[in-house]
């Protein structure tokens, strides 16, 4: 069945440092690939996506490329900051019928220190 | 803000009990998702409700059901409730029912004792 991996947190980095959180899946078909953040005591947020191979879903100066040939979807960040802590979930979209179901990751907690 | 409204923020109740949690999707969302938590089996997807009507089951306990109301807020029942049910339970919505990017509620905490 289709399934994703995350590497293991956490990840601990200093203020402006280079990050890269990896993310490897298995799926039938062509999913949508998707980056969730978690903050502390709140719900999940959609962070960026990419529907298509070679696609690069961006927002807030994070990064993904969706890579088939690899199946890996990698969330780079150039520069973090203290306020980047959280934990950052990656998600394909697994077609069921005529719907469409989430399977995540298990979750790659960042620790950001200043 | 993800438009999502979801409560109680937390529930506390005891075994054997029933509980029920609420979701509101966002404005325009006809499609309501309802995932699990936890922390030995991660985030998994329970059940999907589009316009009223049940669409896709995952792992969903024959315990647990839920509904969607004519006003399209959602509902998800819990029975028989054990201390391993202890875990968040969020709310994504989503336009269609074909939809593959969804958005969710800030969860309910769910801790049977």
């Known amino acids: 069945g289709n399934s994703v991996t995350q590497m293991e947190g956490p990840v601990t980095l200093s203020e402006e440092a280079f990050l890269t959180i990896n993310c490897t899946y298995t799926?039938?078909?062509?999913?949508?690939l998707f980056w969730y953040v978690q903050y502390p005591g709140e719900g999940l947020q959609l962070l960026l996506k990419?529907?298509?191979?070679?696609d690069k879903g961006s927002n807030k100066g994070f990064e993904a490329t969706y890579r088939k040939e690899t199946t890996s979807f990698h969330l780079e960040k150039g520069s973090v900051q203290v306020s980047d802590s959280a934990v950052y979930f990656c998600?394909?979209?697994?077609?069921?019928?005529?719907?469409?179901?989430?399977?995540f990751g298990s979750g790659t907690r960042l620790l950001v220190r200043p | 803000d993800s438009g999502v409204t979801q409560t109680p923020k937390h529930l506390i109740t005891a075994t054997g009990q029933r509980v029920t949690l609420r979701c509101s999707p966002r404005?325009?969302?006809?499609?309501v998702y309802w995932y699990q938590q936890s922390l030995d089996q991660g985030l998994q997807f329970l059940i999907q409700y589009y316009n009223g009507e049940e669409r896709a089951k995952g792992n969903i306990l024959e315990r647990f059901s839920a509904q969607q109301f004519p006003d399209l807020h959602s509902e998800l029942n819990l029975s028989s409730l054990e201390l391993g049910d202890s875990a968040l339970y969020f709310c994504?919505?989503?336009?269609?029912?074909?939809?593959?990017?969804?958005?969710f509620g800030p969860g309910t905490r769910l801790t049977v004792t």
């Open positions: 404005s325009g969302d006809l499609s």
């Open positions: 990419a529907t298509k191979a070679d």
């Open positions: 799926a039938t078909g062509y999913p949508s």
């Open positions: 998600a394909l979209s697994s077609r069921m019928d005529s719907s469409y179901k989430l399977i």
């Open positions: 994504a919505s989503s336009v269609a029912a074909s939809a593959s990017e969804q958005y």
